[in-house]
DNA sequence: CATGAATGAGGTTTCATTCAT
DNA sequence: TATGAATGAAACCTCATTCAT
């Protein structure tokens, strides 16, 4: 992929170093010597650095919001939009790394101003979990339920790109899937409601 | 409790620091005010910065090891220990939420240097894991297996952190195991091992 | 002579005062006020005080190289080309005190970086000497032939830029030369080669 | 040599740090360590790190005057004190390199307070030359003759103590006061008084 | 006499941001 | 739009000196 506009560039630029190195540990220089422009330039585009932070977690929160938020909608019944929540979610972030990383740095670092926006991956997921709830396929608390999903996408994020787990994408995804179901769906089966 | 040497102060207040403003953004300076001594007086008891980090770090990491090492030595049982590690796990963390949201940020910065330590708490949980596999109780992949213990766990600390989660921490234990135990153990039960 | 480049400046500036007051002695700030710009400035133009250091002193010690080796081609015999290197060498260092105190600071503190270089002012000092014995003009060994030489210069530098000589800089080349030529060579003349 | 109060040994131990390091760049902890005590015992014994300081200088600038001075009167003639001199002068500064070294620094730093004193090593080179002057040994005029004389002696020292020079101390010593002599009373024996 | 924690001033360096060109 | 020198605030760190013990 081939960025054009400066304005883009800086952006891209700026993912990079802030997910490998960290948002503080990431000066305008390195940004604009990664751009191939000088410091100066970078204000033409953008107001301060903290912008460039702003602009990139609201951007990429959204596309992540977007991509779950599709797969939500094109699966035909409860258990395929399950399926393709987890899929798309899991190959969203393994083939954009840098952009969960850096979520996750914003949301350690308590920087996210998200009390604006309606879309948010996490809700997303709220949604799933809530109609697998209410249509008695999932009997956990919606927490609960949110906690398991996400945090083991999560840590198996973790595993992939340090190199630990080294399944392909195609598996991972196909495992994950079959742990989750079974996990929140398939062995509650027969349980009482609580 | 109350603290009583000046290198002692210095780390915890650190510690509380980091935790909540990340490292970088935290100062020398910030962590003297909040000990109620000077910058320079800092230096008598660290080299550096650097030093600080790192040994908070160390410290930690092998605390929380020793946490879980402990509770696996205390059950009787595979379902006691399994019980006795996701429990002491989130009474640990919950009741020291600045330790755990440290380690984190140190890992995601990537600043660990872990090579030379066996005491990572990972270890505590991956013996466990093992056994479990070895002796028939869990048929997953030993990483899938850990990240959704850990991830699972990680993720109910974040929601009870931030507010979201309001359950006691009794009631998250016997939640947290239940449902663990559950998907990685009881609903596999019938199943043909892999 | 006026100064244009800001880097040309700094060195400039930096050099007097590391001959004044020396190098430790100097902060930073003492040079970016002398230059009228501020602290931060002079890292855009040198990346440490110690780039600096070198940089001066790399640069002045290759000057007084090439103005003693200019010397030596000049002449036309042997005594034109000793009597050319004397007072080039006095007229240069009486004429930059500053550059000749400065390179005393960096060698009495073993500062000084020379092994990759070949254009040390010694060199062309040990050439003169050297081509004086190998010509039957110099009797004396290599190494106090050149102690008396470049010892005598030192001393004469001291002496005129402390105030207690005052004799004009064209004296002082005429004296010195026929003192240490007299020395080294017109006064052994008669005797046996050792 | 044993040195049993503190105050000599915190003045022994920091002649050799001053001279090896110089006097900015040694810190009182360096001392202190040196010795085996801590900083705050310095100041028992030393208002100030100026006081070490100048307490040095003067002691050993007295020192080598006293070493001079002795040399001038044993000697029977001129000759034999001319010899004196240059052989007590080498033969201290080679076995107390620290102490020149030393010395050396003050005076290029412009820290030397001597204004005070008569006990000058210089005043007593300065005395045997006036005397040899006096009753027509020596032709030159008494600033370029010691400028031969120290400087020569100066530059002999530095050549040693780099290890460029190899000689014996007894062999310098010949071979300095035969160039020295014959320099500055020999070869000019004939010529006319200018 | 000695300790060693603490101070406080000041040093070097970094960096987001501005501005003349 | 872009450059790159400059600013100014603030970061980390050093160190002579003081002081309670």
């Known amino acids: 992929m081939i960025i054009y506009r400066t304005k883009d560039r800086i952006l891209y630029e700026a993912l990079k170093l802030f997910s490998s190195k960290g948002i503080k540990e990431t000066t305008i220089r390195d940004i604009a010597k990664a751009v191939g422009i000088t410091e100066g330039a970078i204000y033409r585009h953008f107001k301060s650095k903290d912008e460039i932070v702003e602009r990139l977690f609201s951007h990429y929160s959204e596309e992540l919001y977007e991509v ?9 019944d409860f258990k395929g939009r399950f399926k393709n929540l987890v899929g798309s979610f899991l190959e969203y972030i393994l083939k954009n790394p840098d952009v969960f990383r850096y979520l996750d740095i914003v949301h350690l670092l308590g920087k996210a101003q998200m009390e604006n926006s309606d879309k948010l991956p996490m809700k997303a997921v709220y949604r799933l979990i809530e109609e697998g709830i209410r249509e008695g396929y999932i009997r956990e608390d919606v927490k609960y339920a949110s906690a398991i999903l996400v945090g083991t996408i999560d840590r198996i994020f973790m595993y992939k790109t340090m190199g630990i ?30």
Chains 1, 2, 3, 4 share one sequence.
């Open 165 to 194: 787990l080294e399944d392909e994408l195609e598996l991972i995804k196909e495992r994950t899937f079959s742990i989750l179901w079974g996990c929140l769906v398939e062995c509650r089966k027969g349980e009482d409601p609580a």
């Open 68 to 76: 779950l938020n599709g797969a939500l909608e094109e699966g035909e």
